[in-house]
């Protein structure tokens, strides 16, 4: 990779939240992003999967079940590696606190669920750093999906998981697919060092300790944008 190694310090501090749809990580980081901004802090924020590329490539692979698992992950790969060399590490380089909703953790879970082999899925990352801080929102499966199927969402195709294959009913594809992710979940969290957040405590319980663990972490301080005046 062109630029710096996976393990080199940079000046920035990177901050990623994990868990199933529905744990309520989006919640959680999007109040941590306006409580940093508040603080006058240089702050960037960055989501999973949010590129054309990846989105035509997955419409066009799913209409004729074109996509292997293996290729299906280096398009996620590849949509990664890009936003991180662009914007991720540029930004951490000059000092900034990068907030990710969803990292590489989401591709491991839900690529191993498709059959990836775990360790080929670590190497194919290998150039993204870890994160100062990943928390993870550990929400029981039941309720995750009480919060996501709720108001009976227009489940995408592979969103629900429908290429494995495990239901033909798109709600209980999912539901399937997502007690599989959670697995994972559960089995990486003390491997990758996850600060584990009960998902189902109070919204304001749960930034409260997000910010406490923040603080502890980071020297806030360091990251002031500077006054224009
Ligand atoms: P995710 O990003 O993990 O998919 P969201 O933050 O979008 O989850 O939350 C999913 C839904 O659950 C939203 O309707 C949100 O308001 C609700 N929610 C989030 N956190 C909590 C919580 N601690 N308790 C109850 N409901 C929550």
């Given at each position: 990779?062109?630029?710096?190694?996976?393990?080199?310090?940079?000046?920035?501090?990177?901050?990623?939240?994990?868990?199933?749809?529905?744990?309520?990580?989006?919640?959680?980081?999007?109040?941590?992003?306006?409580?940093?901004?508040?603080?006058?802090?240089?702050?960037?924020?960055?989501e999973w999967n949010s590129s054309?590329l990846v989105k035509?490539?997955t419409?066009?692979?799913?209409?004729?079940?074109?996509?292997?698992?293996?290729?299906?992950?280096?398009?996620h790969?590849?949509d990664f590696?890009?936003r991180?060399?662009?914007?991720?590490?540029?930004?951490?380089?000059?000092?900034?606190?990068?907030?990710?909703?969803r990292?590489?953790?989401t591709?491991?879970?839900?690529?191993?669920?498709?059959?990836?082999?775990?360790?080929?899925?670590?190497?194919?990352?290998?150039?993204?750093?870890?994160?100062?801080?990943?928390?993870?929102?550990?929400?029981?499966?039941?309720?995750?999906?009480?919060?996501?199927?709720?108001?009976?969402?227009?489940?995408?195709?592979?969103?629900?998981?429908?290429?494995?294959?495990?239901?033909?009913?798109?709600?209980?594809?999912?539901?399937?697919?997502?007690?599989?992710?959670?697995?994972?979940?559960?089995?990486?969290?003390?491997?990758?060092?996850?600060?584990?957040?009960?998902?189902?405590?109070?919204?304001?319980?749960?930034?409260?300790?997000?910010?406490?663990?923040?603080?502890?972490?980071?020297?806030?301080?360091?990251?002031?944008?500077?006054?224009?005046?």
């Amino acid at each position: 990779m062109i630029g710096i190694g996976a393990d080199e310090p940079v000046p920035g501090r990177l901050i990623a939240v994990e868990g199933l749809d529905g744990s309520g990580k989006s919640t959680q980081i999007y109040l941590l992003k306006r409580w940093l901004e508040m603080k006058g802090l240089k702050v960037f924020f960055s989501e999973w999967n949010s590129s054309f590329l990846v989105k035509k490539a997955t419409s066009k692979g799913k209409k004729r079940q074109l996509l292997t698992p293996t290729t299906f992950s280096l398009i996620h790969s590849t949509d990664f590696a890009d936003r991180y060399e662009r914007q991720i590490l540029p930004l951490l380089k000059a000092g900034f606190i990068v907030l990710c909703d969803r990292y590489i953790y989401t591709a491991f879970a839900r690529d191993a669920v498709r059959g990836c082999p775990r360790p080929w899925l670590h190497k194919l990352y290998s150039f993204a750093r870890k994160p100062d801080i990943t928390f993870f929102f550990n929400t029981p499966l039941q309720t995750a999906l009480g919060r996501i199927l709720g108001g009976r969402p227009q489940l995408k195709y592979h969103e629900a998981g429908m290429d494995l294959g495990l239901s033909r009913d798109p709600y209980e594809s999912f539901s399937l697919f997502q007690g599989k992710i959670y697995q994972e979940y559960l089995a990486m969290k003390d491997g990758y060092s996850f600060e584990e957040i009960d998902g189902t405590a109070l919204i304001e319980t749960q930034q409260q300790q997000v910010r406490e663990i923040v603080g502890e972490r980071i020297d806030l301080a360091r990251f002031r944008r500077r006054s224009s005046i």
